[in-house]
């Protein structure tokens, strides 16, 4: 794919999930909302949800799934007014790490680039936002 043709598709999944004036902020209606897009693309897709708690376990749990599955996971925090670099933000997690430390990092894709994150810095970010956020991936 082209990178023409992937704005376009961003474009029209942009225009499809229609976010408000503050974005999107939850994550069950993004989900209805690229559940629908794909439905009018012919397009079967349905997406995760987890009912254990949301914890820092359970979480990187659940992402771990969504990567097992072949599946990148949205993720959402809606953290304002901090000196978190991706407050208020949806990104794209296309790798999870944990070493022999419990040291944790995400690997996302943000504004075109992929970047490395500690995910306990994102876990509070989605944690403890204006609303909670979350993660959500399809199959």
């Known amino acids: 794919m082209s990178q023409n043709d992937f704005l376009r598709h961003m474009d029209a999944l942009y225009d499809a999930i229609k976010p408000g004036f503050i974005g999107e902020v939850f994550v069950m209606h993004f989900k209805d909302a690229v559940e629908n897009y794909a439905r009018n693309k012919n397009v079967t897709l ?14 990187a749990n659940y992402i771990k799934d969504g990567l097992r599955a072949n599946s990148p996971v949205a993720t959402l925090n809606t953290k304002k007014f901090s000196d978190y670099y991706y407050e ?13 430390s419990d040291n944790r990092w995400i690997a996302v894709s943000t504004w ?24 959500m991936y399809f199959k």
């Open 46 to 59: 349905s997406g995760v949800i987890s009912d254990a708690a949301f914890t820092l376990d359970n979480t």
């Open 88 to 100: 208020w933000h949806w990104m794209t997690i296309t790798k999870y790490y944990r070493d022999t």
């Open 112 to 135: 075109g680039e992929r970047r490395g994150i500690d995910y306990r810095v994102h876990f509070d970010a989605m944690k403890w936002g204006w609303v909670e956020g979350g993660l």
